[in-house]
């Protein structure tokens, strides 16, 4: 199952703007390493969960994977056929809204840092913005 809230206020909500920079969750709280977002944009859960999967198969499940972000903003689509107007189109799938210098994933625990980095690596060809492994 992808990660979605369990309750929210508000169906449907606007996307707005993507700020450049992030300067509040920019740094380590509890693993060694990390992967932080270089630019910013919206990642899908299904991307998020992705790369936590393609991440745990390459540290073999011996470390611990930290996730620092949650898709809270539903996206909505509309069918392509359909004709201008007619209100905002249904729900299509959760996002998260990322700002370049937001700490996406953390990883301890692993003894070899060779095994860690291609792992933050491998995620992060999941994911459709560019990221920086840092310690």
């Not at 809230?5 to 909500?13: A, E, R, T, W």
């Not at 709280?29 to 969960?49: M, N």
């Not at 909505?76 to 056929?81: D, F, Q, R, Y």
């Not at 860690?116 to 310690?135: I, Q």
């Amino acid at each position: 199952m992808f990660l979605q809230p369990k309750k929210v206020k508000f169906k449907k909500v606007r996307k707005g703007k993507l700020v450049k920079l992030e300067f509040k969750s920019n740094v380590l709280k509890f693993g060694t390493i990390g992967l932080k977002a270089a630019e910013s944009g919206i990642i899908h859960a299904r991307q998020i969960e992705a790369c936590r999967q393609a991440m745990s198969r390459k540290i073999k499940k011996k470390g611990k994977i930290w996730i620092r972000i949650f898709p809270d903003i539903p996206i909505t689509a509309k069918p392509i056929s359909a004709r201008m107007g007619k209100g905002k189109g249904a729900l299509s799938h959760w996002g998260a809204r990322v700002r370049g210098g937001t700490v996406l994933f953390e990883i301890c625990g692993v003894q070899d840092p060779k095994v860690t980095m291609d792992a933050l690596r491998t995620g992060s060809a999941k994911l459709p913005v560019k990221t920086k492994v840092f310690k």
